[in-house]
């Protein structure tokens, strides 16, 4: 069967979510800076980005928390610009998950049914249905002193999630989960967002995380997106030199264009002699001044096959160790350092390079993306 073709590359899908030009600035700060977006039903979209990028406030704008200075809010197909947050289709969970100390599990779960007046009964099947789907049923009747971090998450996610929201808006949901649980949260909440199938759009700082979890993501710097697309899009191709940074390492290397011909770029490096041949659909005129974004796991040591994209001599400055992997960092001759990852797949005690070694570098023709800012 062929693969489905996903909402965001289909003309015909309708969004869930259209963010259509909104801006919203305190004073001079332009929180959110004309941000456009669209996000399809059962995605699991990510916000992504620096402290004070406006990623809390583009959610508070969807919850309905702020009011957009420009621009019109959607949510499946009506303006909710002038709607208060109460009678949007929309529930949010919060980084400090907000439970009422003084109430059971059950009744936490509970309490935004019981203020929509519900029927008795149907608040009980719900709220059952709630610590089922979040495996807490032993935890009905604890209050939340009584529960672990990751317990009291759950909670939270069953509350939030109790109403049956058609959104679900996530300010870094796993923010106060230690390490090891958040990676093991990942994967549960992933896993349950499919099965439930309500769209969640997530706040989140951390790129694992966002890469990890994400359908797609915006990635923002100062109130603007500067990329929206899939993790391995993002990863793989990033839109400039802020995207390349900002998710995973890279290696920026400074270069012109010497030619452009058959889907191959060929460039001068700025910092040491030799030629660049790099894979380039759109087409760039001689002269014109580029960064190469290589990722450390794309550029390989030893002797460079013909071919190559690209090769560079240097020596090792610094090993970082580990475990799974080695950082080396190798220096160009009056030019760049260069990070580049290794799996450890022999003892470290039995790989042969050390520090100051002089080794070889290469990559291939799509090892690099030519960026243009
Ligand atoms: P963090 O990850 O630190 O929560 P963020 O990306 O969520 O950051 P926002 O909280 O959206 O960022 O804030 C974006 C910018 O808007 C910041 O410069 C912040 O100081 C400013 N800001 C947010 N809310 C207000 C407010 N109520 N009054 C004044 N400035 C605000």
């Known amino acids: 069967m062929a693969p489905k073709t996903p909402p965001w590359q289909d003309p015909d899908a309708i969004p869930l979510v259209r963010i259509d030009g909104v801006t919203r600035h305190f004073g001079d700060v332009y929180a959110v800076d004309d941000v456009s977006l669209d996000i399809y039903p059962g995605e699991l979209f990510s916000l992504l980005g620096p402290s004070g990028c406006g990623k809390s406030t583009l959610l508070r704008l969807l919850a309905g928390f702020e009011r957009p200075d420009a621009g019109r809010l959607f949510i499946d197909g009506v303006d909710v610009t002038d709607i208060p947050p109460y009678a949007r289709p929309v529930n949010m969970m919060f980084q400090s998950y907000a439970l009422f100390p003084h ?217 970082a160790y580990l475990g799974d992997i080695s950082i080396y960092h190798v220096r160009v001759p009056d030019g760049p350092r260069i990070q580049v990852t290794q799996t450890n797949l022999v003892p470290r005690a039995e790989q042969p390079l050390t520090w100051g070694d002089e080794i070889d570098l290469w990559w291939t023709h799509r090892g690099g993306v030519v960026l243009l800012s």
């Open 103 to 319: 109430m059971s599990v059950e009744q936490n779960i509970a309490f935004g049914l019981k203020q929509d007046r519900m029927a008795r009964a149907a608040i009980r099947d719900r709220v059952g249905e709630m610590l089922t789907l979040l495996k807490i049923e032993q935890l009905a009747r604890r209050k939340p002193d009584q529960l672990s971090g990751g317990q009291r998450q759950r909670v939270a996610l069953a509350r939030s999630l109790a109403k049956h929201p058609k959104l679900l808006l996530l300010d870094e949901p796993l923010g106060a989960l230690d390490r090891k649980l958040r990676e093991h949260t990942q994967f549960e909440l992933v896993n349950l967002q499919e099965q439930i199938g309500t769209t969640f759009v997530m706040v989140t700082h951390d790129q694992e995380e966002a890469m990890t979890m994400s359908s797609r993501m915006a990635v923002m710097e100062a109130g603007r997106i500067q990329q929206i697309g899939t993790p391995t899009s993002v990863y793989e191709y990033p839109a400039n030199r802020y995207c390349a940074e900002f998710i995973g390492a890279a290696n920026l290397i400074e270069a012109r264009v010497i030619e452009h011909a058959d889907g191959m770029v060929t460039l001068k490096p700025a910092d040491w002699d030799g030629e660049l041949v790099m894979a380039q659909e759109t087409p760039l005129v001689a002269g014109t001044q580029v960064t190469v974004a290589l990722r450390p796991e794309k550029v390989r040591i030893g002797t460079p096959p013909d071919g190559a994209g690209g090769r560079v001599r240097g020596r090792i400055e610094d090993i």
